[in-house]
């Protein structure tokens, strides 16, 4: 059974940081792309970031580009969110996902990913 556990979430004043984790078990793929989505109350889920499997690809939404980095450590199965410079817009719950595809494929869209985490809880006050 795949399991994705998102963890790192909290309150946090603008223009502080956070790094969010995404742990993975049970993925039986030998590659799948993973990403980070967040959503905000009354609004859709939103893309925030993906990285490929080896890690050598990214991309990031607009408004977050610059100021977050993904990354991920395939030998502990787990996948992070360095979120640095952070707005009051960045509150929202973020929802990590992953899809299998090859080494160096990345996905930013939410539908084609097959599993999502929980979420965890971001909220930076201004």
């Known amino acids: 059974q795949v399991q994705l556990v998102e963890s790192g979430g909290g309150l946090v004043q603008a223009g502080g940081s956070l790094r969010l984790s995404c742990a993975a078990s049970g993925l039986t793929s030998t590659s799948y792309a993973m990403g980070w989505f967040r959503q905000a109350p009354g609004k859709e889920r939103e893309f925030v970031a993906t990285?490929?499997?080896?890690?050598?690809?990214?991309s990031y939404a607009d408004s977050v580009q610059g100021r977050f980095t993904i990354s991920r450590d395939n030998a502990k199965n787990t996948m992070y969110l360095q979120m640095n410079s952070l707005k009051p817009e960045d509150t929202a719950v973020y929802y990590c996902?992953?899809?299998?595809?090859?080494?160096?494929?990345?996905?930013?869209?939410?539908?084609?990913?097959?599993?999502w985490g929980q979420g965890t809880q971001v909220t930076v006050s201004s």
């Open positions: 996902a992953a899809v299998p595809r090859l080494h160096t494929a990345v996905v930013t869209f939410a539908y084609e990913y097959r599993y």
């Open positions: 990285v490929s499997y080896s890690g050598e690809s990214t």
